[in-house]
């Protein structure tokens, strides 16, 4: 079994930045996939970033160039920096983590974007 925990959300100005960070516990595998995605009011969940345990990484093309995803290998934790952002950025983000078929979930940590 594995349990996420997010933290780093809150509130902050346009053009401001946060960091997000989603610690992983339990039974994590060496080869694994974390990510975040995101969830506004009133629309569905979309993806934000992923990276792999080897490090490569992908972004949704409204985030590319502003937000970064690594990782912490030695203490199970992923992080994203959020930066340049934007009013439209504000949703609750939740973490995942895929591996050996099975994928869990952050309970979410709000991120609101003030214009």
């Known amino acids: 079994q594995v349990q996420l925990v997010e933290s780093g959300g809150g509130l902050v100005q346009a053009g401001g930045s946060l960091r997000l960070s989603c610690a992983a516990s339990?039974?994590?595998?060496?080869?694994?996939?974390e990510g975040w995605y995101r969830q506004a009011p009133g629309k569905q969940r979309e993806f934000v970033a992923v990276?792999?345990?080897?490090?490569?990484?992908n972004y949704a093309d409204s985030v590319k160039g502003r937000f970064t995803i690594s990782r912490d290998n030695a203490k199970n934790t992923a992080y994203l920096q959020m930066s340049s952002l934007k009013p439209e950025d504000t949703a609750v983000y939740y973490c995942?983590?895929?591996?050996?078929?099975?994928?869990?979930w952050g309970q979410g940590t709000q991120v609101t974007v003030s214009p």
């Open positions: 995942f983590l895929d591996q050996d078929g099975d994928q869990y």
């Open positions: 339990g039974s994590i595998f060496s080869t694994n996939v």
């Open positions: 990276i792999i345990s080897g490090g490569t990484t």
